[in-house]
């Protein structure tokens, strides 16, 4: 099947891939009364009174915003809210799939932080938590930044980090499967943007004590003046060893590499040139930094891609539909990375010892388990950080 000519012709004949379903029926008049006026006033005072109330006497608590400016869309760039709206209305549809969340799509005709951020604000009121979705860096981070730190909800770049958990949870189980620990591992990620950077941070939050980042010019190292003030900030956390040189230069010994970058910049010299029982995870869509079949023949023990049309789909639809659903659960007023790092950890669990092999490190999108595993541990981890609102 070509999946791009399909597509066109299922999203004209779907005209959209979500909609608005009443959960109330309003066919008789005392049934109109007591879901719109004059019964309807009561609940409106009682929220007046109360504004937490708004939680229990709305849809409030189960629904969530897929945001974008249309910036950074599917490795499409640049496109513009309005094309961006066929990746949030899929996301939505994910959402309610996976996770029971009803998600609504909002394209913001904007690229001005200040408004971004002021905009979404003035929204929130009507929601139990928010996703960002394909804004480009570095708006992205502090768009991120100023809303967890003034919304009582809780605010999800799932780029950033959703990306970052399920990689994490790839690790996890591919680590495993080779026999090494994670705390010993070296790991080198291409792409210093806002996966790149979430998923360097993230690692290192989950135990990994060397990791190396690298964008289009080479190795980020701290002391580099010509470095932007957020690829500063990254050079600082990361490459301990102060290492310098090209991407070839990093990938020399490394257990692991992880591609969130561009279409064939890592060749089978490279991958030949990691530590035995080397982990590649090359994440590029729709052409990954390696083709699976290079990596293997180069000598990789264990190879992730982007691609549904491969074993090892690193896809974080396996993460925002479980960690929204465990967060709204309890009405969390923050996703935190203790909360992240159980979603790694369920998911890693989903796949048990006997099931986990070279083409099977993660369970597949769809698998319902992995999504229910995610938002009990989420829920639970929400709970013992102190950020659960309910028991």
């Known amino acids: 099947m070509n999946y791009r000519e399909e597509s066109l012709k299922r999203h004209a004949a779907w005209k959209g891939k979500i909609e608005v379903v009443p959960r109330v029926e309003v066919d008789t008049r005392e049934k109109l009364s007591l879901a719109y006026t004059p019964g309807v006033a009561e609940p409106c005072l009682a929220i007046h009174d109360d504004i937490e109330k708004s939680f229990t006497l709305t849809r409030r608590w189960n629904t969530v915003p897929v945001i974008t400016d249309g910036t950074a869309v599917l490795g499409l760039g640049d496109i513009g809210p309005e094309a961006g709206m066929p990746v949030m209305e899929g996301k939505c549809a994910l959402f309610k799939a996976f996770g029971d969340v009803d998600a609504i799509p909002l394209c913001i005709r904007s690229k001005d932080t200040d408004e971004i951020v002021r905009t979404i604000e003035l929204l929130a009121g009507s929601f139990g938590g928010i996703n960002?979705?394909?804004?480009?860096?570095?708006?992205?981070?502090?768009?991120?930044?100023?809303?967890?730190?003034?919304?009582?909800?809780?605010?999800?770049?799932?780029?950033?980090?959703?990306?970052?958990?399920?990689?994490?949870?790839a690790l996890l189980n591919a680590a495993k499967l080779v026999g090494k620990e994670i705390g010993e591992l070296s790991v080198v990620i291409n792409g210093a943007g806002a996966a790149g950077s979430a998923i360097a941070k993230f690692l290192l939050k989950l135990g990994v004590p060397e990791v190396v980042l690298c964008d289009r010019k080479g190795i980020l190292c701290d002391g580099d003046e010509t470095l932007s003030p957020a690829m500063r900030e990254m050079a600082s956390c990361t490459n301990p060893k102060h290492k310098t040189g090209t991407l070839a230069d990093a990938m020399k010994g490394a257990d692991a590499f992880i591609g969130v970058s561009g279409p064939d910049c890592v060749s089978r010299e490279m991958v030949s040139s990691m530590a035995e029982g080397a982990i590649v995870f090359a994440c590029a869509n729709p052409v990954p930094e390696i083709s699976r079949e290079d990596a293997l023949a180069a000598g990789a023990?264990?190879?992730?891609?982007?691609?549904?049309?491969?074993?090892?789909?690193?896809?974080?639809?396996?993460?925002?539909?479980?960690?929204?659903?465990?967060?709204?659960?309890?009405?969390?007023?923050?996703?935190?990375?203790?909360?992240?790092?159980?979603?790694?950890?369920?998911?890693?669990?989903?796949?048990?010892?006997?099931?986990?092999?070279?083409?099977?490190?993660?369970?597949?999108?769809?698998?319902?388990?992995?999504?229910?595993?995610?938002?009990?541990?989420?829920?639970?981890?929400?709970?013992?950080?102190?950020?659960?609102?309910?028991?």
């Open 132 to 169: 960002l979705e394909d804004i480009a860096a570095p708006r992205c981070f502090e768009i991120e930044t100023r809303l967890k730190r003034d919304l009582d909800i809780p605010v999800f770049h799932d780029d950033q980090h959703g990306t970052a958990v399920v990689v994490a949870a």
């Open 301 to 391: 023990a264990v190879v992730g891609t982007g691609s549904s049309e491969k074993p090892n789909q690193i896809n974080n639809v396996l993460v925002f539909p479980g960690l929204f659903r465990g967060a709204l659960d309890v009405r969390a007023s923050d996703i935190n990375y203790e909360m992240m790092i159980a979603a790694s950890r369920a998911i890693a669990s989903c796949v048990t010892e006997s099931e986990l092999s070279k083409d099977y490190i993660l369970p597949y999108a769809y698998d319902k388990r992995a999504h229910e595993a995610v938002a009990a541990a989420v829920s639970e981890a929400a709970r013992a950080t102190g950020v659960a609102k309910l028991p």
